[in-house]
């Protein structure tokens, strides 16, 4: 059963393998107007020169008009003359006559009597300094071979011939595959069964398992290209087994040999743009490793740089390394071999293109991401609270800043969210004294305000993980027209605890305000009360709140003049 899955796999292969060797085989043979003829290099005709054709075969060229006639249209009909010669013309019956044509001295070429074609002095090469006799020549020559070639098509032996070497060739060519195909299979089930008893270990990382990939992938590579040159090679020379075709075969096999070579140049001239470019690369990380060896440095504090910190460092590490990387690619760019071709310069405007609209966002969170970096608004483990978010800062960078929050949950905030709201930093201020936990309640004004104060103090008192020193104090922050708000402000122990504390205070300020009976509700009046909303100076001093010196008041001066 696998064996004939493995058949009909490599049947598929050399299938397709045809299909992509057909193509290959065809591109070279498009018909154009400078690389129609067999026997020249392609380019050495001017857009107006138009070659003779006789059974597949360059004879000449015509570059000139002459008597009203375009080259073309003199290529044309002498491809037309030869194509009507009988099937039994010998070469020995083609004679050439020198010929003047509209003043123009040549050599003229017939059958029999038979006018075929005109070269004069207008159709040879200037450039490369070509001569009548050459020219004519050379004419006569492939001429000839074109007749012979056209009296072996209808030799039984040639054919009988042709068809045996192509289909010997055949089954050659599908025994090598089926070999290639099987040897490249073989050797990867080999290294399949020795990858489990070894390991290699570089880092602390296996990386046996990324090499044994990379392995098959190569291998598997290989094979494809070694069957699709055999199925080339055998297209190529079974076209040359026949005398209509091997023109076809010939510059099929040119073809690969030139574009080969031509590969071989591109590499060899390219090798010291390479070098220069290794060479960059080289120094660039040369440069980078040493600066990020400096800020860090200056990040575990062995460095001191005033205006640098350990946040700022690590933030700058990153910022330097990007810009010297983007600046080695550009000093690069030109010495990268095939920077100078056309389809390099498309795809770097295209890659351009898509950086410059896929950026625009991107640029502006590295823009206010910077900004937040160097206004030092935010820093790693800090406690803060951006819009309804609070929590502990995990880290800070070039996009995005990210938030661990009670819940045990990671809110990311964009760098652009940060630069247009308010942050409220708890750590900051707080590192000598520890952080501050703050709690607001409103009061009305029927509830003394020395017991108000006693009793928030108390609350914090009870509460753990606020600090006894320095003393929690209560602040008075508003008279509004129904109630006065009281803030207690106290310093955290541990400022991890932060949420945990504010919670177990805001149950201990309950306790003590139910505990002495102050009502937490803030009153809110309908129409004003018949009596006054004041505390009587009796009550001034309540439990739990301590007495407090006043100030005397001119009726409880003894020595006043008015008493």
């Known amino acids: 059963m696998r064996s004939k899955f493995f058949v009909r796999r490599v049947l598929r292969l050399l299938i397709f393998g045809l299909i992509v060797a057909l193509l290959f085989v065809a591109f070279p043979l498009l018909p154009s107007a400078d690389a129609s003829a067999q026997n020249t290099t392609p380019g050495q005709f001017s857009a107006s020169a138009a070659p003779i054709k006789f059974w597949n075969r360059f004879i000449a060229v015509q570059r000139a008009s002459l008597a009203g006639a375009t080259p073309e249209d003199r290529a044309e009909r002498a491809s037309e003359r030869l194509a009507q010669l009988p099937l039994n013309a010998s070469a020995d019956e083609i004679v050439t006559r020198p010929f003047k044509v509209d003043n123009q001295d040549g050599v003229g070429f017939a059958f029999r009597g038979n006018f075929l074609f005109f070269l004069g002095t207008a159709d040879l090469d200037k450039e490369s300094g070509e001569k009548m006799e050459q020219a004519s020549d050379s004419a006569m020559r492939n001429l000839t071979e074109a007749l012979q070639a056209r009296a072996a098509e209808r030799s039984w032996p040639v054919i009988r011939n042709g068809l045996l070497y192509t289909l010997i060739g055949f089954v050659a060519l599908v025994a090598l595959c089926f070999a290639a195909w099987k040897v490249q299979s073989s050797i990867v089930k080999f290294l399949r069964k020795r990858e489990g008893s070894t390991s ?285 708000e009281y803030t207690l402000i106290a310093r955290l122990d541990d400022e991890r605890l932060r949420i945990q504390t504010v919670s177990n205070l805001n149950s201990a300020i309950q306790d003590s305000f139910n505990e002495f009976g102050v009502q937490i509700m803030s009153p809110h009046y309908m129409i004003q009360p018949n009596a006054s909303v004041i505390v009587p100076r009796e009550k001034w001093d309540a439990k739990p709140s301590q007495p407090v010196p006043r100030i005397p008041r001119k009726a409880d001066d003894p020595n006043s003049s008015d008493k």
């Not at 296996?206 to 291998?219: E, H, K, M, Q």
């Not at 920077?339 to 410059?356: C, D, M, N, P, R």
């Open 200 to 484: 290699l270990t570089l880092f602390r990382v296996d990386v046996l398992p990324y090499i044994a990939a990379a392995a098959y992938g190569i291998l598997r590579l290989l094979a494809w290209i070694l069957i699709f040159s055999l199925i080339y090679v055998w297209i190529t020379l079974s076209l040359r087994r026949f005398p209509y075709t091997e023109p076809w075969g010939k510059q099929a096999g040119s073809y690969v040999l030139n574009s080969f070579r031509d590969l071989v140049n591109t590499v060899v001239n390219g090798l010291p743009g390479l070098l220069m470019v290794v060479l960059i690369f080289i120094v660039t990380r040369w440069l980078v490793r040493m600066a990020k060896m400096l800020f860090d440095q200056v990040a575990t504090g062995r460095i001191s740089i005033t205006w640098m910190d350990a946040d700022v460092a690590h933030a700058t590490k990153r910022i330097f390394s990007a810009v010297v990387w983007i600046f080695a690619i550009i000093i690069s760019y030109p010495y990268i071999p095939g920077s100078q071709t056309q389809a390099f310069k498309g795809f770097s405007v295209f890659f351009g293109l898509v950086i410059s609209l896929g950026s625009t966002g991107i640029i502006n969170q590295i823009t206010s991401g910077l900004f937040v970096v160097y206004s030092k608004a935010l820093r790693t483990g800090e406690w803060v609270k951006i819009n309804e978010t609070e929590g502990e800062v995990l880290d800070v960078g070039l996009l995005a800043a990210k938030i661990r929050t009670i819940e045990g949950q990671e809110v990311t905030v964009p760098n652009s969210i940060l630069v247009s709201v308010s942050t409220r930093n708890y750590t900051r201020l707080g590192r000598s004294g520890g952080m501050s936990l703050s709690s607001t309640v409103t009061i009305g004004y029927d509830a003394p305000w020395r017991q108000v104060h006693a009793l928030l103090q108390l609350a914090a008192d009870r509460t753990p993980n606020i600090s006894k020193t320095p003393k929690p104090s209560v602040v008075q922050k508003q008279l509004s027209d129904f109630y006065v």
